[in-house]
C-alpha cells in the first residue's frame, strides 16, 4: 500500500508541474500600453504606477516629449517616488525646462532622504541648468558623501573654470573619494574653454 501512495503522489506532482507549465505557456502576454495610456496612467493615485509609467515613457517612447508636461508638474506631487522619478526621466531624457521647472526640481534639495537629492543632481546634469549652480555649490559641504560627490559631478558637467575655486579645498577632504572626484571635476572644468 505504501508503494501505491507514493506512486499516486508523484503522478499527481508530475500531472500537477504538467498543468501548471501548460496553463503559463498558453496565458495570455501582457499587452504593452501605448504612449498615450501611459500617459494618462500619470495622473493616477498609485505612486508605483506612475513611477513604472515614467520608466516605461523613459524606455519605450525616449524621443517622444509628449509625456513631458505631464511629467513636469509631477515635480512637486506629495509623493517622493513620484516627484524624484520625474526628475530622474526628464534629466535622462534631456528635457528642455524653464526657470519655474529648475525651481521645482532643486526645491527637492530641501528633502529629507539624501537619495532624493542625489537623485535632483543626477538630474540637472541631463538637463540646461546652469543656472542651478549656486542652489548646488552649497551641497559640497553636505555631512551625506554621496550628496557631495554628486555635487561635484553635476558641477563638473554645469560648471566652467570659475567652478573650480569651490571645489578645491574637497582635495583635502577626509574622505578619499571625494578628493578622487574633485582632483577629476577639476581637471575636466580646466580643460573647458
Do not use: W, Y
Given at each position: 500500500?505504501?508503494?501505491?501512495?507514493?506512486?499516486?503522489?508523484?503522478?499527481?506532482?508530475?500531472l500537477?508541474?504538467?498543468?501548471?507549465?501548460?496553463?503559463?505557456?498558453?496565458?495570455?502576454?501582457?499587452?504593452?500600453?501605448?504612449?498615450?495610456?501611459?500617459?494618462?496612467e500619470?495622473?493616477?493615485?498609485?505612486?508605483?504606477?506612475?513611477?513604472?509609467?515614467?520608466?516605461?515613457?523613459?524606455?519605450?517612447?525616449?524621443?517622444s516629449?509628449?509625456?513631458?508636461?505631464?511629467?513636469?508638474?509631477?515635480?512637486?506631487?506629495?509623493?517622493?517616488?513620484?516627484?524624484?522619478?520625474?526628475?530622474?526621466?526628464?534629466?535622462?531624457?534631456?528635457?528642455?525646462?524653464?526657470?519655474?521647472?529648475?525651481?521645482?526640481?532643486?526645491?527637492?534639495?530641501?528633502?529629507?532622504?539624501?537619495?532624493?537629492?542625489?537623485?535632483?543632481?543626477?538630474?540637472?546634469?541631463?538637463?540646461?541648468?546652469?543656472?542651478?549652480?549656486?542652489?548646488?555649490?552649497?551641497?559640497?559641504?553636505?555631512?551625506?558623501?554621496?550628496?557631495?560627490?554628486?555635487?561635484i559631478?553635476?558641477?563638473?558637467?554645469?560648471?566652467?573654470?570659475?567652478?573650480?575655486?569651490?571645489?578645491?579645498?574637497?582635495?583635502?577632504?577626509?574622505?578619499t573619494?571625494?578628493?578622487?572626484?574633485?582632483?577629476?571635476?577639476?581637471?575636466?572644468?580646466?580643460?573647458?574653454?
Amino acid at each position: 500500500m505504501n508503494t501505491f501512495t507514493k506512486r499516486n503522489f508523484i503522478l499527481a506532482l508530475t500531472l500537477g508541474a504538467f498543468s501548471f507549465t501548460t496553463l503559463s505557456c498558453t496565458a495570455a502576454p501582457k499587452k504593452e500600453l501605448t504612449e498615450d495610456e501611459l500617459i494618462t496612467e500619470l495622473a493616477g493615485p498609485n505612486p508605483d504606477k506612475v513611477a513604472n509609467a515614467m520608466l516605461q515613457l523613459e524606455k519605450r517612447f525616449p524621443t517622444s516629449k509628449k509625456g513631458f508636461p505631464a511629467m513636469k508638474n509631477l515635480l512637486t506631487d506629495s509623493r517622493e517616488k513620484v516627484r524624484r522619478k520625474a526628475a530622474r526621466v526628464l534629466g535622462i531624457l534631456h528635457a528642455d525646462v524653464n526657470e519655474t521647472d529648475l525651481k521645482n526640481i532643486t526645491a527637492m534639495f530641501k528633502a529629507i532622504n539624501p537619495q532624493e537629492t542625489m537623485d535632483v543632481l543626477k538630474s540637472l546634469r541631463g538637463l540646461k541648468a546652469k543656472s542651478t549652480l549656486p542652489e548646488i555649490l552649497p551641497l559640497l559641504q553636505n555631512s551625506h558623501l554621496g550628496i557631495v560627490r554628486d555635487a561635484i559631478r553635476t558641477l563638473t558637467i554645469l560648471g566652467d573654470k570659475s567652478t573650480i575655486a569651490s571645489i578645491e579645498p574637497l582635495l583635502k577632504h577626509a574622505d578619499t573619494k571625494v578628493q578622487k572626484d574633485a582632483q577629476d571635476a577639476i581637471f575636466t572644468l580646466k580643460a573647458k574653454s
